[in-house]
């Protein structure tokens, strides 16, 4: 079946330009329309129209970064006028088309779906130190000893710390996953610490050794810079949230930089942040579980979308869990990694979810 599932996955992205008509695919692969639609949304998580929708958008970021006319962009999407883009645009990034083309903010990619005779997912793997060196001919000045760059997760911190990815920076990482169990209004504080050291089931003095102490240079350093180094999952966007919040709390006078990328191919996306409203957006999402009031970098946006839809009991990833309980849970995490790249869960919070749903 996943040979099958990716040939409507080709047909599909040969069309997206095109009105599309899931007749013609199901003529197509030679099965009812019923049957194609039920089984990519079983294999691949998603509805045939949210793809289409998702790929298309994602497409025309390029054409709008490029500075093509928006009307040119809508109509080549298969949009009927200007107006019914710009709405579907904003729906999904959170700005209109004309801001993002104004300021060229990241969004998540959506990349086109491999699946191959054993249902693994392609990925691609390009060396970050390529990455890096490009970076580094165009801000130099981010890699001086008065720069701080934070990056996502120990596993990262050590790969740039060891190999002096940064030169003369100072390195930090954060190591947490805000995106499940309680927080509290002020970021690194006592009750900060408690909340978070509960609901990870670790005692306080575990919790400080592992997310506190390694931020210390963030707690009794100044920067003239701080570089973020985050994901576009939504996993690494509440991370960053939670990072901008503290650096609003704290007073932070200097420039902020984002470092976002997406996992498979460290490509940098490169953004010069202004604080001012993330404390406020942190207590609204990540505190009391409501949409932002302010507006925000597309692909942190995309994140929050996430978060709040993974709060629901029966959320995406779980209803997936449940049309496919069938597999073994090392199938299923598997898959889920696979297939759901923007959640940016690990193996653990995965197999906890597969517990509950199962």
């Known amino acids: 079946m ?12 040969a069309n997206l330009k095109n009105q ?16 194609c639609s039920f089984k990519f949304h079983q294999i691949t998580g998603i509805s045939i129209r949210r793809y289409i929708l998702l790929r298309r958008l994602y497409l ?9 006319k928006i009307i040119d962009v809508a109509f080549d999407y298969d949009y009927s ?12 990034f959170g700005i209109n088309p004309r801001e993002f083309q104004l300021n060229k903010l990241p969004v998540q990619s959506v990349v086109k779906l491999f699946i191959n005779k054993n249902g693994e997912w392609y990925e691609m793997n390009i060396s970050r130190k390529i990455e890096v060196e490009k970076l580094k001919s ?12 934070i990056l996502n997760g120990q596993v990262m911190f050590k790969e740039f710390k060891d190999d002096r990815l940064m030169g003369a920076s100072d390195y930090a990482p954060f190591n947490e996953a805000m995106c499940v169990n309680t927080t509290t209004d002020r970021v690194f504080d006592e009750e900060y610490i408690y909340t978070r050291a509960s609901g990870h089931q670790e005692s306080v003095d575990e919790y400080i050794e592992k997310v506190i102490d390694p931020l210390t240079n963030l707690f009794n350093k100044e920067y003239e810079c701080i570089v973020l180094w985050f ?39 490169q953004t010069e942040l202004k604080l001012g409203h993330y404390h406020s957006v942190y207590k609204e999402v990540l505190v009391n579980h409501i949409k932002p009031s302010n507006e925000l970098l597309p692909v942190m946006y995309q994140g929050i979308v996430i978060y709040l839809d993974m709060l629901k009991e029966d959320n ?4 997936y869990i449940k049309k496919n309980k069938n597999l073994s849970t090392s199938e299923l995490i598997k898959r889920l990694l696979a297939l759901f790249p923007t959640v940016g869960y690990g193996d653990m919070q995965y197999r906890e979810l597969i517990n509950k749903a199962r």
């Not at 599309?20 to 049957?35: H, K, Q, R, T, V």
């Not at 025309?60 to 093509?68: G, P, V, Y």
């Not at 165009?138 to 760059?149: A, G, I």
């Not at 990072?243 to 460290?266: A, H, M, P, T």
Request: glycine share 4%.
């Open 60 to 68: 025309s970021t390029e054409d709008l970064a490029n500075n093509k």
């Open 20 to 35: 599309f008509s899931l007749d013609e695919l199901s003529n197509y692969m030679g099965y009812s329309p019923y049957y």
């Open 138 to 149: 165009e801000m130099s000045e981010l890699f001086d000893k008065d720069v701080l760059h």
């Open 81 to 92: 006028s200007q107006e019914a883009y710009s709405r579907a645009f904003k729906r999904i």
């Open 2 to 13: 996943n040979e099958q599932i990716q040939l409507m996955v080709d047909w599909i992205e």
């Open 316 to 319: 995406t990833v779980v209803k």
């Open 231 to 269: 994901g576009e999952d939504m996993f690494c966007q509440m991370n960053l949230l939670t990072i901008l919040s503290y650096l609003e709390q704290s007073g932070y006078q200097g420039k902020v930089f984002l470092n976002s990328f997406r996992e498979d191919e460290f490509k940098v996306n």
